[in-house]
């Protein structure tokens, strides 16, 4: 086969086999579709990112505007490398890090066991639905300072605030997914005289937990939220705290730093999220 040939060839796409199992030429399959998507996806995101940071850099230089108005992405990466060299970014990121953790630890198990007494239960859900919802009427920044009150502004405070605002979602998802457990699949599993733990572990939570991911999702990025909020009505430390440090003193480059940081944690949070999610729900892609 001559090399032009050969040249053509590998750029030929395919998407149909024939009766000996040869692709047709046409579209490109779907498995190379979605191998070059899942390479494009990232290279997009940095371009956007790219591109915002250069007009930022842009309207400040434009602008002339003063630092503590708005810092110019170089300033602010310097004062990003000046808190990091002296510790001030992970001493207080660590702070952060454990209310979050401690905080939906406490709120997503309490809510799976709720939710799950409670989408088995309907007559159960008639009575605590209405204590749940006035529960979650109270905005989070009203409920902060009592909690600092009565727990002080130490770590406890911060945890129950992120345990409260991860509480919902998960809770609901968690009912909404177990009332959606198909009633044929349960009559066959009683047929099979299945206990009630391989009915929870073998049909019921599996068929769940799309649906409680989802809630996931949702607590996880709002516990970041919850432990800035505890830390802005009362701390000594955490991100929140640093911007709030940094609001005092007008120095906006390293309040910045601060909520670039809550971001990368809700990103860092979310993916691993998703990431479970992939993991446990791969037999749905399998089916």
Known sequence: MRDEERHSMAYKTYTTQDERGQWLPGVRPATWRSRSERLRSPALTVTVL?????????????????????????????????????????????????????????????????????????????????????????????????????????????VIVCALISFFPVLISTIVGIRNVDPDLQDLMRSLRAGRGQMFWKLELPAALPVIFGGLKLSVTLAVVGAVVGEFVGADAGLGFLINLGRGILDTPMMFVAVIALVLIAQVLYIAVAMLEKHFLRWQTQA
């Open 50 to 158: 790219a591109v915002g940071v250069l007009l930022w850099e842009g309207l400040v230089r434009w602008q002339e505007l003063p630092p503590f108005i708005l810092p110019a992405p170089t300033v602010v990466w310097q004062k990003f490398l000046i808190v990091l060299a002296d510790g001030t970014l992970v001493r207080h990121a660590q702070v952060t890090l454990i209310e979050i953790a401690l905080g939906l630890a406490l709120g997503l198990s309490t809510a799976f066991v709720l939710g799950y007494f409670l989408g088995k239960h309907r007559a159960l859900e008639h009575i605590a639905s209405p204590y749940i919802v006035a529960s979650q009427s109270v905005p989070i920044v009203a409920i902060a300072p009592l909690l600092i009150i009565w727990l002080g502004s130490g770590l406890s405070s911060k």
